[in-house]
């Protein structure tokens, strides 16, 4: 969910990420996490992320901030990406590092 805000109110919450706050705190399904935010008050997205266990990121430079999806408590650090060295169509090895500086997809397929 990307925001301009570090805060979400609680109908946007549930329609974009199915967490609706109930008097239990914040519940999906049969799942609740305590979050004492009163219903119709904004969600820090701080406090969101850490109960949530979601990645949360802030770019300065634009605004926005980007919180999720739920990670089970491995979530990244950082969005920034690790170095990597692919093969290149020929086969050649390919440094991730040379596009530094410049957007990138990278688009990765699994047959499982």
């Known amino acids: 969910m990307i925001l301009d805000r570090p805060e979400v109110t609680s109908a946007e919450l549930a329609r974009r990420t199915g967490w609706k706050l109930e008097p239990e705190g914040a519940c999906k399904g049969d799942r609740c996490v305590p979050l004492a935010v009163a219903p119709g008050d904004a969600v820090d997205l701080h406090v969101l992320a850490e109960r949530l266990g979601m990645a949360l990121v802030h770019d300065e430079d634009h605004g926005l901030w980007a ?7 491995h979530a990244l650090l950082s969005a920034r990406m690790p170095d990597l060295e692919l093969p290149d169509r020929t086969g050649r090895p390919f440094d991730l590092r040379s596009l530094r500086g410049t957007k990138v997809l990278l688009v990765a397929w699994a047959s499982w």
Request: aromatic letters at 0%.
């Open 67 to 73: 919180v999720g999806p739920e990670s089970g408590g």
